[in-house]
């Protein structure tokens, strides 16, 4: 997708966003680049607002989501039962209107020009449902109203999020949508239906929780394995290119798996009597994981189960039963509790990766979402009381409130002994030895290449903040590697991204006309005006956008400042020639190089040559 404008229309705005807030995003004489690559960089001082639209946005489309899914929980919907459920009239952004560009699904709209921007536009009056309408339909053939399974494609693919802070305002929603995952999949466990590791809902967070999985996901299927008449060849690819030329990350050695595979749910078997009582006392017991361990026809070579997938590209796996015990005394032991497990160990070659790229079809995002399934799953723990509370509530913390995480024994997916080889180091080293700013540029990268096939928005909120200068200086060209085209590659994809930062590199990497600049108005407490630089950001030094775009007063520490203003003073009170010359040789040894230390000994030569 490709957002054109959002204005925000409700009475009383959204947070910093007050009412009439409209932002443009590609204009029309810039429709020609829908289809390239152009971040979006949101700027400005520390509570400026820029982060509010990546929250707005993720709002709107986790409303739209909760009003289009078709796998809902039974609780979820406002009813006479439920009179505090999920309104398609009410929404956090009551009143917005919104329009992006978007291809068109090839599965469903089979007879369309798949090359052809369709042009959507979306309005939310004051309590009342969202009106979706194609602006360029007679463009199109498609004359029928469009129907909840077609709107449903027009929207975006994907909205994922990453946050490098404690942004819980932009984690509200992609946290509601976590349970819609879990519950989603609960539905078809109930049913008996076959899953599709893919959510069906949109909104993905991508925190910390999925750093292995990024990772190890890219690290495995996008190594390029050749082979030709039984010689494996290995073709460089460029698409890790930076993971190996700035984090020097090599290969990865070896990784377990743990699986938890008991973990059963008790389900109520609804029994109606001779009188018409419906009795739910009675429950059976219903794997957890029986949905992505489905048997395998014998007949058939398809193989349907996801542990089975996994067991098929193990070096080694067996089945592990854990007992708790109870000691009464020495000479009786009374066991009260076991867990059941499956242990996978991988020690990887290229017929590791060959395995993972065949049983996943080489669709890097099939190897992740199985992964992330596998994560949600742990909401399980999570009672259905605490899921309809977090459901209905607008309180930005309430997934501290809520959010539960298993104890190591009871999550149903671990990483273990994950091993990656660096340059320049003898042996391998765990993941967990990356520092924060690795770990950061591996996990931003990863879910760019994991997401880069499909049409999706990408909001990420000060993603480089653990980067030193030469990686933040290289992060725009860095993200533009994930998302080039390979050879032979002409399919025409639009993906968005907004990225809010502090850092003058990324800006000095974008045209002025995809950087914004965000200003509140200090007595209301409202963005007061979003516009482009008035001069070209793109090749501009670091040192000028940071005086222009961020206020800065100098381009030296603070500290050092002070130091300069103490000589200066001194400098006033000089008239002697060979002083002030003195004074030039002790600026320049105590101050290292710097705009403010030439402008301040010019100005000493300019009085020295002045009094001659």
């Not at 490098?164 to 239906?193: H, I, M, V, W």
């Not at 990784?255 to 109520?268: E, G, H, N």
């Not at 219903?286 to 007949?299: A, I």
């Not at 300069?564 to 400098?571: D, G, Q, S, T």
């Amino acid at each position: 997708m490709k957002l054109l404008r959002l204005k925000i229309n409700q009475p009383n705005g959204f947070r910093s966003l007050k009412k009439g807030f409209e932002m443009y995003f590609l204009r029309d004489f810039h429709y020609q680049d829908a289809t390239s690559f152009n971040p979006y960089v949101l700027a400005g001082t520390n509570g400026s607002g820029k982060s509010n639209i990546l929250e707005a946005l993720a709002e709107i489309f986790f409303h739209l989501d909760c009003i289009y899914l078709s796998n809902k929980p039974d609780y979820f919907d406002k009813s006479t039962e439920n009179p505090k459920g999920f309104d398609p009239k009410k929404s956090r952004i009551n009143a917005y209107e919104l329009e992006y560009f978007t291809f068109l699904d090839k599965e469903i709209f089979p007879n369309e020009n798949l090359t052809e921007k369709a042009q959507i536009k979306i309005v939310k009056t004051q309590n009342d449902r969202p009106k979706i309408t194609w602006l360029n339909k007679e463009k199109f053939k498609h004359s029928t109203d469009l129907t909840q399974k077609e709107i449903k494609t027009i929207l975006p693919e994907y909205v994922v999020g990453y946050a490098s802070g404690n942004n819980e305002t932009l984690s509200l929603p992609f946290f509601k949508s976590r349970f819609l995952q879990y519950d989603a999949y609960l539905n078809d466990l109930l049913n008996g239906e076959f899953v599709d590791p893919k959510p069906q809902n949109s909104l993905v967070y991508l925190d910390e929780t999925f750093s292995q999985a990024i990772l190890l996901t890219n690290l495995l299927m996008y190594d390029v394995i050749v082979d030709e008449e039984s010689i494996i060849e290995k073709a460089e690819s460029t698409i890790l290119k930076p993971f190996k030329e700035y984090v020097k990350l090599k290969d990865v050695k070896s990784f377990r798996l743990i699986v938890r595979t008991d973990k059963a749910l008790d389900v109520p078997i609804p029994y109606e009597d001779q009188k018409g009582t419906v009795d739910k006392r009675t429950s059976r017991k219903v794997k957890l994981l029986q949905n992505v361990d489905l048997k395998t026809d014998t007949k058939s070579v398809f193989i349907r189960s996801y542990l089975e997938k996994l067991k098929c590209c193990a070096t080694s796996y067996y089945e592990y039963q854990n007992y708790d015990v109870y000691r009464e005394d020495d000479d009786e032991e009374e066991m009260f509790d076991s867990n059941g497990y499956l242990i996978l160990d991988y020690h990887v070659n290229d017929a590791t990766k060959q395995a993972f790229q065949f049983h996943f079809e080489k669709e890097p995002l099939k190897l992740f979402e199985l992964f992330q399934l596998l994560l949600v799953l742990d909401n399980n723990e999570v009672s259905k009381k605490k899921k309809q509370r977090a459901y209905n509530s607008e309180n930005i913390f309430i997934n501290q409130d809520i959010h539960q995480v298993p104890v190591e024994e009871d999550r149903i997916l671990r990483f273990k002994d994950f091993y990656i080889q660096k340059e320049h180091l003898n042996k391998a080293i765990y993941t967990k030895a990356l520092s924060d700013g690795e770990h950061q540029f591996l996990h931003t990268l990863g879910l760019c290449l994991l997401f880069k096939d499909t049409r999706t928005l990408f909001l990420f909120d000060e993603p480089e903040t653990h980067f030193n200068p030469d990686w933040k200086a290289k992060f725009i060209s860095s993200i533009r590697n994930c998302f080039s085209k390979e050879e032979g590659d002409s399919d025409e994809t639009m993906r968005e991204m907004l990225i809010t930062t502090h850092s003058p590199f990324l800006i000095s990497d974008s045209k002025s006309d995809y950087v914004h600049i965000f200003k509140k108005n200090p007595k209301t407490g409202k963005v007061e005006d979003v516009k482009h630089p008035e001069f070209q950001t793109f090749g501009s030094s670091i040192n000028k956008i940071g005086i222009r775009i961020f206020e800065m007063p100098n381009t030296i520490g603070e500290y050092a400042q002070q130091s300069l203003e103490v000589f200066r003073k001194e400098f006033e009170l000089l008239e002697d020639s060979k002083q002030m010359e003195d004074l030039i040789i002790r600026i320049n040894k105590e101050l290292g190089e710097s705009v403010e230390r030439i402008l301040l000994v010019n100005e000493i030569i300019n009085k020295i040559e002045g009094s001659k």
